[in-house]
């Protein structure tokens, strides 16, 4: 178990309400002999904790839970007029240079953490990264799930490799402007559901971004569905907490 596991398991425990707002947590000794690790990763834990503001650790009066159990703020369900304008990303500061670029494309079977968005395991589906950079610093990471099936699709007329199968270093192919990749590509897209967390990031979006392993971040989790409540294809954005997410409401 390393700092990532104990905070996930706390996290879980505060969020289902195992662990009360106030109640004070193990010491750091009683959670290193709880989980078999150094007192140095126990007091990680507890750091990362506190960073998310879950917990808050006073000398002398050990570390307590500062949050209440999980619960969800729907911000309601909106069909904006246009969703070709929609912008997916911009940098905060509107002079600043944005780029994007693939980093992975492969295909795999899809492993049973996949069941919670709708994906069966074992699928065969195809994984894309993007990284986001601004000024060259990349700020977000952005991970693309989609069954096999829906990433071989080709729009009509199209020659040559599937779009969603381009490999790392093809040239981008896009679809006309004014037209969403969807309906380009012919999917059946009924609704976007949209999680979004702030917990710490995992090793790959920690390595890809050039922070510590454990850095605290925003999880964005999109699952987009067909009318058949079929998953047609995840996103998961990672990006630090100093970072803003945003949505745009149209009426």
Known sequence: MNTNGIVAEIRKGIAAGQYRYGTRLPSVRDLADQYGVSQQTAAAAYAVLSALGLARTERGSGTTVAAGPAADAHLGTFTPPDLSAALPWKPGDTAAQASEETTLVRQSSAPTEMAEWGITPGTEVVERTRIR?????????????????????????????????????????????????????????????????????????????????????????????????????VTVTTTPLHHRVTLDIVG
């Open 133 to 233: 950079s601004v000024d060259g610093v990349p700020v977000q990471h952005k991970l693309t799930v989609l069954p096999y099936s829906v990433a071989a699709r080709v729009p009509e007329g199209h020659e040559g490799a599937p779009p969603m199968l381009a490999p790392v270093g093809a040239q981008p192919i896009k679809p006309p402007a004014g037209t969403r990749v969807a309906d380009w590509l012919g999917w059946d897209v009924a609704a976007t559901e949209c999680a979004i967390t702030a917990e710490p990031m995992n090793s790959t979006a920690c390595e890809a971004l050039r922070m510590p392993e454990g850095s605290p971040g925003f999880r964005i989790v999109n699952v987009t569905r067909n009318s058949k409540r079929e998953t047609v294809y």
